[in-house]
């Protein structure tokens, strides 16, 4: 099994690629140890010193580290990935994993349509741009021309998470929807 490693824009977060399908469908985030719970992945990498947050999309695994240098990081981290995948358990042990949730969406009903449209944009702009950098961005409200998203994986402490937010995002969202006045995270 050959594993690829990729930087990010978040230089205390590094992108897996193990050449196959991680999560069929949803990602999953963990901040801490403690939200690895139903997840022997995550758990099995959270037991090496120095991984602060875990993060599974469709075809990655994105770690953020909290202490120690990459280079001592790195063959650990690709060891416990190696070895979770030939010994054959899944990654997702429990159905409503910790990390899987993402809390309900707000916004009033007579905003149904500019929320289908924001909506639309984030998932089929923003999102395969943001799973490239190894992270993860969704909905989460709409209110008062305000759109709340949550930023996962790499972005989550990312220094240009402000800059993708308010230029990037924002930008892009107001061109479509004029409604949109400004984009928060939450």
């Known amino acids: ?78 060891g416990a990935i190696m070895e979770h995948f030939m010994s054959g358990q899944p990654v997702i042990a429990q159905a409503g994993a910790q990390g899987t949730e993402d809390g309900e969406e707000f916004f009033e009903e007579r905003d149904a349509d500019t929320v289908a449209t924001i909506k639309d944009l984030i998932e089929t702009r923003v999102r395969p741009a943001v799973a490239g950098d190894g992270g993860d961005i969704t909905f989460r409200g709409y209110r008062d021309g305000i759109v709340y998203l949550a930023m996962k994986g790499a972005c989550a402490g990312c220094p240009s998470s402000t800059a993708t937010l308010k230029h990037g995002i924002q930008n892009l969202l107001r061109h479509f929807v004029p409604d949109v006045q400004e984009v928060q995270q939450v």
């Open 1 to 78: 099994m050959f594993i690829q490693t990729e930087a990010t824009p978040n230089p205390a977060t590094l992108k897996f690629l193990p050449g196959r399908v991680v999560m069929e469908r949803g990602t999953f985030d963990a901040r801490a140890a403690e939200g690895a719970e139903g997840s022997p992945l995550a758990q099995r990498l959270f037991a090496i010193p120095g991984v602060a947050g875990v993060f599974f999309g469709y075809d990655f695994v994105t770690i953020t580290k909290g202490e120690g240098e990459w280079q001592h990081l790195k063959p650990a981290i690709l």
